[in-house]
């Protein structure tokens, strides 16, 4: 894989990633990979119901933004503390691209010392505790797995901006999103040559790819194009998508 970079530094919205992810698989000819963090920011499935995913008060009154993507799945909180991974493969079908992709993160992580385990099938668990979830969006040409990995994450807040199913946690002997995850941090005294968050990175770009990519500025400018979709009302609150 080729690690995508930008050609210069700065804060982006969650959804500049998902538009970047969608142009780099429809115009990049090599299987990528990226890595990115955001401000705090819930995510919903592309079929989740908004009011009943997430505390919206909460969100408005703690300036967490709102958006949602176009991959199933559930409902996600991601702050800096949160690393975001975006791989872009030419491996098709649910089962082969998530199986890829898990098994090399999960490969990565037993290699600093961690106890993890696949789970499910977008899931990596450490001793137990969910470190990473997953979703995929298809196109014609590539498949986009895109997910999670808890480093140092704000969990109150994560708590209290998600209203997960009772009965999805009751199938996992839990009372609450907080008790279900874990940030990597907990499990630091395992972890092996990873001291901080760019240890992370570092580690994990070396894992997954051979080459780099800078985006030109151009390039940029299209996702942005792309990104404007993201910020339909409609597209957010989900009417858009139950017109297609």
């Known amino acids: 894989m080729k690690h995508i970079i ?19 698989a429809r115009n990049v000819g090599e299987d990528a990979f990226f890595l990115w963090r955001v401000a705090p920011t819930v995510i919903i499935g592309r079929n989740q119901s908004l009011e009943d995913e997430v505390d919206t008060g909460y969100c408005a009154e703690n300036g967490v933004q709102v958006y949602r993507r176009k991959s199933g799945g559930g409902c996600v909180y991601a702050d800096k503390g949160n690393l ?9 079908g649910t089962a082969d691209a998530f199986g890829s992709y898990l098994s090399n993160l999960n ?3 037993g290699s600093l010392g961690l106890d993890s385990s696949m789970s499910g099938r977008n899931d990596i668990l450490v001793e137990g505790r969910k470190v990473s979830g997953n979703a995929l969006q298809m196109l ?23 209203k997960p199913p009772v009965e999805k946690l009751g199938r996992h002997g839990i009372s609450s999103v ?14 092996r040559g990873i001291h901080c968050m760019e240890d992370l990175m570092d580690s994990l770009v070396g894992q997954f790819c051979s080459g780099t990519l800078m ?5 940029v400018d299209r ?9 339909d009302p409609d597209f957010i609150a989900g009417r858009s998508l139950r017109q297609e």
């Open 84 to 92: 975001m991974i975006s791989a872009v493969t030419g491996i098709h």
């Open 223 to 231: 996702i942005c194009e792309i990104e404007k979709g993201y910020l």
């Open 215 to 219: 985006l030109t500025r151009e390039q």
């Open 178 to 191: 907080r008790q279900r995850v874990a940030n990597l941090t907990e499990f630091a005294s395992c972890m």
């Open 107 to 109: 490969s990565f992580l």
């Open 140 to 162: 014609p040409e590539k498949s986009i797995v895109h997910g999670t990995l808890l480093y140092d994450a704000d969990l109150d807040a994560m708590r209290d901006a998600l």
């Open 6 to 24: 930008l050609p210069e530094e700065g804060d982006r919205r969650l959804v500049f990633y998902l538009a970047m992810e969608e142009f780099v």
